[in-house]
């Protein structure tokens, strides 16, 4: 889509200034000719594109006015303004949209005297587009960018009509290409995405309004905001739609997901935007043959193979769907929280288990593959969602089965490359915002951290309160020793999964395991205990007695006082914090003695990530050095770009493909999955 049209020739439409505030209020007097009976077809209206800027012109076109005078009203459709009324002619007239009119949805009513207008026109008269935000330099007026789903509405448009709509895919003359320039294309009835657009100006929000069509090839459009919110009913993307939005996430844009049936099928746009092409077939779609990833089909169909889960979280093949006399079931559905200490839930006051959200689901949820453990789910990824999805609540709707689809609603987040994407997983989302707290705070929560209005510290929480004191990850399995001397394992996840005891771990302080194997050694899990002994056992979840009956094999001794161990290019380092001192012994000569390099920099906790050394302080600090060993000469801690974890004379560090875990005795484990370097 262009971001501005041509300016119309000639003198400005009869009614509008040509400078100034536009008229509000009743038609002006005096202007309006002679009011003629019209005949012929109804009143028809479009406009060239679904967006305009502020300041720039949109073309509209009209037929069926037969000679008489029209009526535009032009409304704020967020907070029902009207910014404008005229007269004006058939069959074109250009809108100069001002550049003090809001970013939003408007509405164009076009209306002529005395016209009976058929019940079943779909409202052909009218015109929705969105008005974009001039943007200057590098910011934008707000941080959070909302999308509306033309493409959705447009596909809706004329249903079951035989050459007209996208739908329905079993009928066989139903169009496979649909034109946003022509009449209709509005919201359906149902409306899903009204409540959030609503909500957010009562709630305090500003936020600016885009097409979900200028998200094609959006890159620099979305390059000036922090937050995309996709709303409601956002079933139809471009393949140039798609990677715009995942770029921005990567490059570290955070997405918010109030929708469900989310990117389901693949469009494509044609003449210069105008067009919409959906096959839905991957057999009548002639790009099929040409380049099989522009395939109108389902993303996650044959030949695209492209799962909307990576970049949505979630899917409605997992989901559930209420249709037709069904729909009313959505009022009696609930989500159930499965991870309250989650900062999405900060302040709605829930616990784990309790219901919340009722009416909220439907008409369509998304969901996806789900395992549990003691009562926590945990994505499995068989379907596309990232490894890093934090499931934060579910609903089993496996009975809507009666109504339509069976299936599940999930409720998650999750990391894209720098990004955070948020996902509610229903349709419904907007429409008990302005009834229900708890769906407002969780919706606060979402829209201020995701903003940088209210950022975190770099960690969330990744399980409830324990007593772990040592942390090691090894093979993708998270090992923690207690202050109860027992072993313990864990997915390395940022989900709440419990710990589940597998072995004893006598007196141990600190733990650790190189990344990979190095210098001829295997992957062990290696312990610092309190009484200076150095251990190592197999990384297994299970208990591995040796042959004189122990778990664990003493292979030397550590620096007296250690608590952090890590190691890295068979290299063992430990830090001594009542010295405040860093040790380095080489893996492969366990019995020589540990040679100092220097202060520790206030570590009390020791980890590799990246073939760095990162350290936890006492006093809350995250920070790194290069593992540099004797032969290297002096290289000390620098503040790490990223905060530490909350202070704990007892924190415990570890890391994993990337992430950073932390945690403390009678303190909730932690996830970091962005740390950062230090600023140079």
């Known amino acids: 889509m262009t971001a501005q049209s041509t300016p119309a020739d000639g003198p400005p439409p009869t009614g509008i200034p040509p400078t100034g505030n536009p008229p509000t209020g009743p038609l002006p007097t005096g202007i309006s000719p002679t009011v003629l009976p019209p005949t012929g077809d109804p009143l028809r209206a479009w406009a060239d594109r679904t967006s305009c800027v502020q300041g720039g012109d949109l073309a509209f076109h009209l037929t069926g006015a037969a000679g008489a005078a029209v009526r535009v009203r032009v409304t704020d459709a967020v907070s029902e303004q009207t910014r404008l009324t005229a007269t004006v002619h058939a069959p074109d007239w250009t809108l100069a949209v001002p550049e003090e009119w809001p970013s939003s949805l408007y509405r164009a009513t076009f209306d002529v005297p005395l016209e009976n207008r058929p019940t079943t026109d779909e409202a052909e008269h009218e015109v929705w587009f969105a008005v974009r935000a001039a943007l200057t330099g590098t910011a934008a007026p707000s941080r959070i960018l909302v999308s509306i789903p033309f ?13 007209r709509g996208l739908y329905y895919s079993e009928q066989p003359y139903r169009a496979a290409r649909v034109s946003f320039a022509s009449p209709g294309g509005g919201p359906p009835p149902e409306r899903w995405e009204e409540g959030l657009l609503r909500w957010l100006p009562e709630a305090g929000y500003q936020v600016d309004y885009c097409s979900g069509l200028d998200l094609h090839n959006g890159d620099e ?37 109030f929708a469900a049936n989310t990117a389901w099928w693949q469009m494509r746009l044609e003449d210069d935007g105008r067009t919409m092409v959906c096959h839905r077939d991957a057999v009548t779609d002639p790009m099929t043959a040409i380049d099989p990833r522009r395939t109108t089909v389902e993303w996650s169909s044959a030949p695209v193979d492209r799962p909307e889960n990576s970049m949505t979280g979630l899917s409605f093949r997992r ?56 009562g926590v789910p945990r994505a499995t990824g068989v379907d596309g969602t990232p490894g890093s999805f934090v499931v934060l609540a579910t609903a089993d709707l496996r009975h809507w089965r009666e109504y339509g689809q069976g299936g599940a609603a999930t409720m998650g987040v999750f990391r894209l490359g720098a990004g955070t994407v948020f ?26 951290r995701l903003s940088g209005a209210a950022p975190g510290d770099g960690w969330d929480t990744a399980g409830t309160p324990d007593e772990v004191r040592a942390l090691a990850a090894c093979e993708s399995v998270l090992f923690g020793a207690d202050t109860r001397d027992r072993l313990l394992c864990r997915e390395v996840s940022g989900q709440n999964l419990p710990w589940r005891p597998v072995g004893h771990a006598p007196g141990v302080r600190a733990l650790a395991s190189a990344r990979e194997a190095a210098g001829g050694l295997p992957l062990e899990l290696y312990a610092a205990t309190e009484d200076g002994r150095l251990l190592r056992r197999d990384p297994v979840p299970t208990p591995v007695p040796g042959a004189d009956g122990e778990e664990w094999t003493q292979v030397g001794q550590v620096p007296p006082g250690t608590t952090g161990l890590a190691l890295c290019d068979a290299g063992i380092f430990a830090v001594t914090p009542h010295d405040d001192t860093l040790h380095y012994l080489s893996a492969l000569a366990l019995d020589e003695p540990w040679q100092v390099l220097g202060d520790a920099g206030g570590a009390v906790a020791l980890t590799t990530l990246s073939c760095r050394l990162w350290a936890v302080t006492a006093d809350g600090r995250l920070r790194t050095r290069l593992p540099a060993g004797p032969s290297d000469g002096p290289v000390a801690f620098a503040d790490a770009g990223t905060p530490g974890p909350p202070p704990h004379p007892r924190t415990t560090l570890a890391a994993h493909a990337g992430v950073l875990y932390a945690t403390a005795p009678g303190a909730p484990l932690r996830v970091c999955g962005g740390p950062a370097l230090p600023s140079r």
Not at 423 to 448: M, Y
């Open 319 to 374: 989901g559930a769907g209420a249709w037709g006399e069904g729909m009313a079931v959505m009022g009696k559905e609930a989500y159930t929280v499965r991870f309250a200490d989650h900062w999405a839930f900060a302040g709605t006051g829930l616990t784990d288990g309790e219901p919340f959200a009722r009416g909220a689901l439907g008409y369509e949820t998304d969901a996806c593959a789900l395992e549990w453990t003691d």
């Open 423 to 448: 996902n509610a997983g229903t349709i419904n989302w907007g429409s008990v915002l302005a009834d229900d707290p708890v769906a407002d705070r969780i919706t606060r929560n979402v829209l201020d």
């Open 221 to 257: 459009l979305l390059s000036h905001y922090r937050l995309l919110v996709v709303n409601g009913h956002d079933e139809y993307w471009s393949m140039e739609m798609r990677d715009s939005v995942e770029n921005f996430a990567r490059r570290g844009g955070n997405v918010a997901f």
């Open 151 to 163: 493409a959705t509405w447009r596909a809706y448009t004329h249903a079951g009509q035989p050459h």
